[in-house]
């Protein structure tokens, strides 16, 4: 495989570049872009629909955290839109733990039995306790009961990380109120490096935008800020042990 980056802009994934590549798959986190934490706008959704149509492409819908969404129902998946080219993945790796290492597939027919034998031939099978164990979670109601009383408490955490970034160092974080993570641009010029590592020195860990850059250079600097498992005294008395750094 060729990997072939393409922009991604405030509306999400930049279909005209796409376009322009000779790819025939690509991966999206089109309900919420990892890291920036924009939505795929609605004009740019059937666009990647058009692309994968005219190029009988694949799009791999990462769909990672759409449980979390904070201000709002989660937006539907871009499988509802095209079953014929769009491969949809998902885990219980933010909703329950990653250590399950249970997620699902949603692939269109004609791909589904080579997915299946290539899960087989990769790690033969997951664990079937583990799978009966969930199954009967959904089924009785709690894991939805799980999920409304984990958007109550993480939203309270990205609200106490979004406070604590006005009033400590004067910055929005960009992005959706949603997910574990929240992102803010830095002033330009800004060292995300020397941050990052100034920020450890005070036990307070970071990542920089430019870890999940291809090319970082001379791009806008900016840090993502994680808030999922921290509680949200911890998340105050961390931003405010940096805030002189993010000014
Ligand atoms: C973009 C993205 N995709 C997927 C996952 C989950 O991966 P897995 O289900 O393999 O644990 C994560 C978890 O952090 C993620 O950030």
Redo the contacts with the bound molecule.
């Keep these: 495989m060729q990997v072939v980056p393409v922009p991604v802009d405030s509306r999400g994934l930049v279909v005209e570049i796409l376009n322009e590549t000779t790819a025939s798959v690509v991966i999206v986190?089109a309900a919420h872009q990892?890291p920036t934490g924009v939505v795929l706008a609605p004009e740019r959704r059937h666009a990647l629909l058009g692309w994968a149509k005219e190029r009988d492409g694949i799009v791999i819908e990462?769909d990672?955290?759409s449980e979390f969404r904070y201000d709002r129902q989660p937006i539907g998946a871009l499988q509802g839109l095209s079953d014929r080219h769009v491969v949809t993945?998902?885990?219980?790796?933010?909703s329950l733990a990653?250590a399950l290492?249970l997620?699902w597939v949603i692939a269109p027919t004609a791909l589904v039995s080579e997915i299946a034998d290539e899960k087989w031939r990769t790690d033969r099978g997951s664990p079937a306790f583990d799978q009966l164990l969930l199954a009967k979670l959904m089924e009785s109601g709690r894991f939805d009961r799980h999920l409304r009383r984990m958007r109550v408490l993480y939203a309270a955490r990205r609200n106490a990380l979004v406070e604590a970034l006005q009033l400590g160092a004067r910055i929005q974080p960009t992005g959706l109120a949603a997910g574990?993570h929240a992102v803010a641009a830095l002033p330009p010029g800004a060292d995300e490096e020397h941050i990052i590592k100034e920020a450890r020195r005070r036990s307070v860990g970071l990542q920089g935008l430019g870890h999940y850059r291809v090319q970082s250079a001379g791009a806008a600097p900016g840090i993502v800020f994680g808030f999922g498992d921290l509680n949200e005294d911890a998340i105050r008395r961390g931003i405010f042990a940096i805030s002189d750094l993010l000014c």
Aim: net charge neutral; hydrophobic share 20%; glycine share 14%.
């Design positions: 986190t990892t990462d990672y955290d993945i998902g885990s219980v790796s933010k990653p290492r997620g574990f």
